[in-house]
């Protein structure tokens, strides 16, 4: 068993480091992309504070479908364009929102949600799922939170498609 020691109140750029080199030796050698989503939204829950949601959706056709996740039931289907998971795969890029309330076409699947960080999962150039972060403050995710999740899916997309 992989033994992970993050401490969460490291600065920031050490804190994604450690977090991503934990999530690299989580999914190293393991072909199932299933269950290395399940112990990356594990991790990410485990060590991320403030968050009440940790998952992924993945792509299937033409549409978003749940994925392993951390955190309250949640929306199961979400079309490619909506919400903010669905404009983040529909654009491929990252979505930090400050206050979802105000994002146009937001998908509310837990109202307590204020603020969301969605990154693009890409595999040999193909749109595989993207992770979806939830916080209940508002503007949670900072610049530091996005290109730390950035390099981390960067690292172990491979390994999740």
């Not at 290395?36 to 594990?42: D, G, K, L, Q």
């Not at 076409?105 to 204020?114: F, K, P, V």
């Not at 995710?141 to 690292?155: C, N, R, T, Y």
Request: contains cysteine; hydrophobic residues 45%; glycine residues 8%.
């Amino acid at each position: 068993m992989l033994e992970i020691a993050i401490n969460r109140d490291q600065p920031a750029a050490e804190f994604y480091t450690d977090l991503t080199a934990s999530a690299a030796a989580l999914v190293d050698g393991e072909p199932d992309a299933i269950a290395n989503m399940a112990n990356i939204a594990a991790l990410i829950w485990q060590y991320m504070p403030d968050l009440n949601w940790a998952g992924f959706y993945r792509r299937i056709d033409d549409e978003l479908v749940l994925g392993p996740f951390q955190g309250k039931t949640a929306c199961i289907r979400i079309a490619i364009g909506a919400g903010v998971c669905g404009t983040a795969a529909a654009t491929g890029e990252v979505q930090r929102v400050a206050d979802v309330h105000a994002f146009p076409g937001h998908i509310a699947c837990d109202a307590e949600s204020r603020s969301e960080l969605v990154v693009p999962v890409v595999r040999q150039g193909k749109l595989v799922g993207v992770l979806d972060l939830d916080s209940p403050l508002p503007d949670r995710f900072q610049p530091a939170d996005e290109s730390g999740m950035v390099k981390l899916i960067g690292a172990i997309a491979d390994n999740l498609g």
